[in-house]
């Protein structure tokens, strides 16, 4: 006779055997299957075939997995506030119908996999998301880079637990999960001068739609001084006299993730000015070693902050006299 409190004793503690898949497909397989359900005893199934099981079924294998799934967004509306049949499915809305896994849970494409290497293609993947969140901010996903480059909901998005504060980001911040593919913007961000991003004041969807957008790369705004406006709006102006690369583009002059030059310059003045401006018709000549900063009558472009010594008002000016951009 099999001792049935001491069976469940030992399989359903914290540390439990019948916690881990394999072992509780064992279990479930050879005591239950049958009794829970008749989708166990299917045979031949093609995909059109499969039939939904329901989320205790999963749950009976996949106890971990299922308790922290629970924290989630998902489980919240799937079971609290379900809209529709498809939610009510709760894991087969998005993993698919079940019935073929659990007569093989081996068997590579018994079910939608999201793992990764998963034998599930990528669109197909993508797809089982898109059905409830297609638009909306993912209105130019189709086409985007990061479609293009095959970048799965996936690598951004873990919806099996609550891993961030917010978005079900697959790691435990928005800007960590960018960097697992981004390195070089990482290194851009720990640059001398940069946006504070790394001291947690702004993420890259404050500029970027990693989703898609109209206007490369991926920016949230129709240009990029519409990006930078957002927080920097006294830049827009209107000014009664404007600097032309400034209304033509921020990225003139900055960079903007970061720099190793002051105020995340593209390059150091007087050089930035001067890739534009010729001394032609200023007072002076050519900077010489007696004109530096420690000669003997330093040039007041070549000390503190340069040309902008005098032209101050660089972004434009709203002064009368200002059309040198002196106040
Ligand atoms: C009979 C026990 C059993 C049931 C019931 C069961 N699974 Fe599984 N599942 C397993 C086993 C065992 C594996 C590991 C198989 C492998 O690694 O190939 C697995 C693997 C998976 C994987 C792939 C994991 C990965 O690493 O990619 C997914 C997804 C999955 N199951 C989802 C479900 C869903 C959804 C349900 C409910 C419809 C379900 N399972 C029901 C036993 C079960
Ligand atoms: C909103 C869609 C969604 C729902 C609902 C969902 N899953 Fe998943 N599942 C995923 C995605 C995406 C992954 C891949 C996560 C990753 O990248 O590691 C995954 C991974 C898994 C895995 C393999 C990795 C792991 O965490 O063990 C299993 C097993 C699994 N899901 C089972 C379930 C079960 C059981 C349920 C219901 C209790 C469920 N899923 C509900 C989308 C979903
Ligand atoms: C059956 C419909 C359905 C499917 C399939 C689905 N979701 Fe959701 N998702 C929802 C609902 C409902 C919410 C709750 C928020 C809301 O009201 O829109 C949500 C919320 C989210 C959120 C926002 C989380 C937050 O904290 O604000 C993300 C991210 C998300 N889903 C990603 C995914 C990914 C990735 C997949 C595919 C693996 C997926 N969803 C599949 C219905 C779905
Ligand atoms: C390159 C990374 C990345 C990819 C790929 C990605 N997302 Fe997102 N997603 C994000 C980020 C970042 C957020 C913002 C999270 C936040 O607000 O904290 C987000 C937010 C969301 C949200 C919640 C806010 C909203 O817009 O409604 C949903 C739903 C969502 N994504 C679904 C998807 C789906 C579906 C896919 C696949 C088609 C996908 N995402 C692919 C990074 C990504
Ligand atoms: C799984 C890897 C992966 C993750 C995670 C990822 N990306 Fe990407 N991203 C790519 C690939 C691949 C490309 C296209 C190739 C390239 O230009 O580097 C790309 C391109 C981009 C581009 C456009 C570059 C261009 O030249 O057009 C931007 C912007 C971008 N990603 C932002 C993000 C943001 C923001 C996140 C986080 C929310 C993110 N990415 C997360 C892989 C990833
Ligand atoms: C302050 C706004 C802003 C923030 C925050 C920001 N970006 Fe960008 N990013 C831009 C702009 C503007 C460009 C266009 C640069 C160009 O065209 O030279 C860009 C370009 C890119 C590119 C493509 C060009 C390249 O340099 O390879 C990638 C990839 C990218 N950003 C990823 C990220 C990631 C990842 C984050 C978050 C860690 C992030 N960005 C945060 C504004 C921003
Ligand atoms: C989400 C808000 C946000 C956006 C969008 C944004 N910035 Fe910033 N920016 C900041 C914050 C916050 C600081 C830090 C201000 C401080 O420390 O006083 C900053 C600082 C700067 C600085 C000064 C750095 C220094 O060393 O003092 C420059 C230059 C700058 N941003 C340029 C840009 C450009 C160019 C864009 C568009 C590509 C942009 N910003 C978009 C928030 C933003
Ligand atoms: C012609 C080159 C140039 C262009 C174009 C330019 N900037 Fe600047 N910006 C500078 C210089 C030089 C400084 C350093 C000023 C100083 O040292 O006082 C600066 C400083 C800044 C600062 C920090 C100090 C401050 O004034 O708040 C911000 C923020 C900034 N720029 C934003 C922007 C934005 C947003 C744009 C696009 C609308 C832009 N810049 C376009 C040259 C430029
Ligand atoms: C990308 C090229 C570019 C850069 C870099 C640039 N400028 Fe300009 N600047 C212009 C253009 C174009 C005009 C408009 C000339 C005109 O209207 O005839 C202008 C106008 C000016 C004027 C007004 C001159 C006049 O004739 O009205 C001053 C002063 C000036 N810039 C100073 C600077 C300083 C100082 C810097 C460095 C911080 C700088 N510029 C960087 C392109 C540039
Ligand atoms: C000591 C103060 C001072 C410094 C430093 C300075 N300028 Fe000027 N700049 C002036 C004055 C004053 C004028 C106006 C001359 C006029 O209206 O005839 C002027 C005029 C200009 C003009 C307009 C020329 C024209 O033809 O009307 C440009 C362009 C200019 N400066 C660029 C620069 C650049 C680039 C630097 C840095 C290499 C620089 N300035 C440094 C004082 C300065």
Not at 250 to 270: E, F, M, Y
Not at 301 to 319: T, V
Request: with cysteine; proline share 5%.
């Amino acid at each position: 006779m099999v001792d049935i409190d001491r069976l469940i004793a030992v399989t359903a503690g914290p540390h439990g055997w019948w916690r881990r898949p394999r072992a509780a497909a064992f279990l479930f397989l050879f005591a239950g299957c049958a009794g829970l359900t008749s989708a166990c005893l299917a045979e031949d199934e093609d995909a059109e075939q499969r039939t939904y099981v329901g989320t205790e079924v999963c749950s009976a294998c996949h106890a971990v997995t299922a308790e922290h799934w629970k924290n989630t967004v998902h489980a919240r509306a799937f079971i609290g506030a379900p809209r529709n049949e498809n939610e009510k499915k709760t894991c087969e809305a998005c993993h698919g119908p079940g019935s073929a896994h659990l007569r093989d849970p081996g068997q590579a494409d018994g079910i939608t996999r999201f793992s990764f290497g998963s034998v599930t293609g990528i669109a197909e993947q993508n797809d089982a998301c898109l059905d409830c969140h297609r638009g909306g901010a993912r209105l130019h996903w189709s086409g985007s880079v990061h479609e293009r480059n095959e970048v799965a909901c996936s690598d951004c998005h873990n919806p099996m637990a609550r891993l961030s504060t917010n978005g079900l980001m697959a790691k435990t911040s928005l800007n960590e999960t960018c960097f697992q593919c981004h390195k070089t913007i990482r290194a851009e961000f720990q640059r001398r001068s940069h946006m504070p991003l790394p001291e947690g004041k702004l993420t890259c969807i404050d500029c970027h739609n990693p989703h898609g957008s109209v206007t490369e790369p991926l920016l949230k705004t129709d240009t990029v001084n519409e990006t930078c406006y957002q927080c920097h709006a006294e830049k827009r102006g209107p000014f009664l006299f404007e600097h032309a690369p400034v209304q033509d583009s921020c990225l003139n002059c900055h960079s903007p993730h970061g720099s190793n030059h002051d105020k995340l310059l593209v390059t150091a003045r007087p050089v930035l000015c001067q890739q534009c401006h010729s001394s032609v018709g200023h007072m002076n000549d050519l900077l010489t070693r007696a004109n530096l900063a420690n000669g003997s009558w330093p040039d007041p472009r070549a000390i503190g902050r340069s040309c902008q010594n005098c032209h101050a008002q660089i972004h434009g000016s709203n002064h009368p006299s200002g059309a040198r951009f002196h106040r």
